[in-house]
């Protein structure tokens, strides 16, 4: 009798340990949300298998640069903020390209100190040193349970067996035609007979699977030393490519402290420089904190949130860069005092002219095609993830038969004074290029947590990335009852200093929004299409579920 009820007893406690621990898991979702099914998938495969949310991370990453080859690939770089459960830990991983040692400002000025130069968007010049094949090894050696080579696997078989074209790749191989059409690598692998690839079209990528094979079996080391990294440079530089040897040898991932700032109770773990992402967001939600957003009508809290933008993509733009590189006054654009002082100029009733803030003179003191996924664990170990090539298939330019797509970062620099690159956005001498330096990003993966629960944010967008995520914090914070899905797929707005216009999606806002806001003086532009490709998931605290939420832009076209 004794025995049965201790038996029933331990059941029973087992049981509930094993629900409460497994239950994120056994989610159909595993508590992952990406770009990709197939991504997502690989990622599960390493949970099921005793990974923890970094090693999914590594597998999800992975994946995701065989099956979104036009987003981000082991031939790019971005970033991964981590939080382990076990203390608490939390770290800001910088895998961002580096500009190769013959970068010059002179090299990408060209003949014309006014055009932007096609030598930073397209084949080999525009490729920065890649930063994603350091941060897979880097990852699942420092926080990973598993080998790197267990969760590479999914990412190995996905390239060699192939898999089907998506309306998305299709897409984006449809705009990239022409350019994909100039490297017979990408037109080999990318096209379909030298044609842009209908839904469907099997992408196989046998070359990329050797190349994984490489990094499962020896590491990230030999994709920067040695024998394959010799023949990579050599590949890019007899293509008039600017990169030697040593360029890859000197490669670092950069492990940096996350920026951290309370909004109205909820912690905020975002992304430092060199991505501009942390310091806007904070300057936006620092001004908006003393804004009663909540009790708003639409309109009027948009105003205020676009003047809170403008003011922190007008910092982007004059102060920020590579803090190894420049001086950036981090500790100032991060605080409340400063972002009240820039808050107090806004009109509640008028837009402020993005040329009268140009006005506003420096103290002295004052010094700038991608993918998301989100993770969080069994455990509580959580991961955002925003990695990229830049451009929609990067530079275009596949490097031998290394398989490895490069990036086309160098247009993340402001290369030209007062030409915008490819997200319109301009740069001041912060983000100016020099060798070895990072190109100043807006690439935000974002932790928000409060007593309600966890919420594991980011995007692509280019520069609309940052303004995306202060919508998706502002939505959850503000808004009386979490709702993923309606923070992910709630229609868009986005202001970003110069051009002095407020861009929204098409269909997103109705005429009164808009009649409202070219009343406060504000000049509204819809774009040509949605944007954005927002990777949530969310731990509810008060009944221990997760929950995923992939954007609804997510599921076709192309969303540059
Ligand atoms: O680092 C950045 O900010 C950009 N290179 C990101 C590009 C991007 O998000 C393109 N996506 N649609």
Same mark, same amino acid.
């Given at each position: ?40 998938? @690989?990622?599960?495969?390493? $949970?099921? !298998? =005793?990974?923890? &949310?970094?090693?999914?991370? /590594?597998?999800?990453?992975?994946? *995701? #640069? ?119 690598? @990408?037109?080999?692998?990318? $096209?379909? !007979? =030298?044609?842009? &690839?209908?839904?469907?079209? /099997?992408?196989?990528?046998?070359? *990329? #699977? ?351």
């Amino acid at each position: 009798m004794k025995t049965t009820r201790i038996s029933i007893r331990f059941l029973l406690i087992f049981a509930l340990v094993a629900a409460s621990v497994l239950r994120p898991a056994a989610a159909e979702e595993c508590g992952i949300a990406s770009a990709h099914a197939l991504a997502t998938k @690989a990622g599960c495969e390493i $949970l099921k !298998s =005793g990974g923890n &949310a970094f090693d999914a991370a /590594v597998a999800v990453a992975a994946a *995701l #640069a065989v099956v979104e080859p036009f987003a981000s690939g082991i031939g790019g770089g971005g970033f991964f903020l981590l939080h382990r459960a076990s203390d608490g830990f939390e770290v800001f991983v910088d895998a961002r390209e580096t500009a190769p040692a013959r970068a010059t400002r002179e090299f990408f000025l060209g003949e014309s100190a006014t055009a932007r130069p096609k030598a930073s968007l397209e084949g080999p010049t525009a490729a920065g040193i890649p930063g994603e094949p350091a941060a897979l090894d880097w990852i699942a050696a420092r926080y990973g349970k598993l080998p790197l080579a267990r969760s590479l696997a999914p990412a190995i078989r996905l390239a060699e067996r192939g898999f089907p074209a998506d309306a998305r790749y299709a897409s984006a191989s449809a705009m990239r035609e022409a350019l994909l059409k100039n490297n017979a690598g @990408a037109a080999t692998t990318f $096209l379909d !007979s =030298g044609k842009a &690839a209908a839904p469907g079209f /099997v992408v196989i990528q046998r070359q *990329l #699977a050797r190349t994984l094979g490489m990094l499962a079996d020896q590491g990230g080391y030999a994709f920067y030393h040695g024998d394959f990294a010799s023949q990579l440079a050599q590949t890019v530089k007899s293509a008039g490519g600017l990169w030697e040897l040593s360029d890859l040898e000197n490669y670092r991932v950069i492990e940096r402290p996350p920026l951290k700032l309370i909004y109205r109770g909820a912690k905020i773990t975002t992304a430092p420089l060199p991505s501009a992402g942390g310091l806007v967001l904070a300057q936006s939600l620092f001004i908006l904190e003393s804004v009663n957003m909540a009790g708003l009508s639409g309109p009027d809290r948009a105003h205020y949130a676009v003047e809170a933008m403008r003011r922190g993509y007008h910092d982007r733009a004059r102060y920020m860069g590579d803090p190894d590189f420049v001086a950036v006054p981090v500790a100032k654009l991060a605080s409340r005092e400063y972002a009240q002082r820039r808050g107090a100029s806004i009109d509640p009733a008028r837009a402020t002219p993005s040329g009268e803030l140009a006005q506003e003179t420096q103290t002295a003191d004052e010094g700038g095609d991608t993918t998301h996924f989100s993770i969080i664990d069994a455990h509580g170990n959580r991961v955002a993830a925003t990695l990229s090539v830049n451009g929609p298939f990067g530079s275009g330019f596949v490097a031998g038969d290394t398989g490895v797509l490069l990036n086309n970062h160098m247009d993340d620099f402001g290369l030209v004074a007062g030409v915008p690159n490819l997200y319109k956005l301009v740069g001041s001498g912060a983000n100016a290029v020099e060798p070895g330096k990072r190109p100043l990003s807006s690439m935000s993966p974002t932790f928000v947590e409060d007593d309600r629960g966890v919420f594991v944010l980011g995007t692509p967008g280019g520069s609309r990335i940052i303004s995306m995520v202060l919508e998706g914090i502002l939505d959850y914070v503000d808004q009386p009852q979490p709702d993923l899905a309606r923070s992910v797929a709630a229609p868009r707005f986005h202001h970003q200093y110069l051009p002095d216009r407020i861009e929204i999606e098409p269909g997103g806002f109705p005429e009164q929004w808009v009649a409202a806001m070219k009343a406060k003086g504000h000049a509204v532009e819809v774009g040509r299409r949605k944007w954005g490709n927002m990777q949530a998931v969310f731990f509810d605290k008060k009944t221990g579920r997760i929950e995923v939420a992939n954007d609804p832009r997510g599921q076709g076209g192309v969303l540059f």
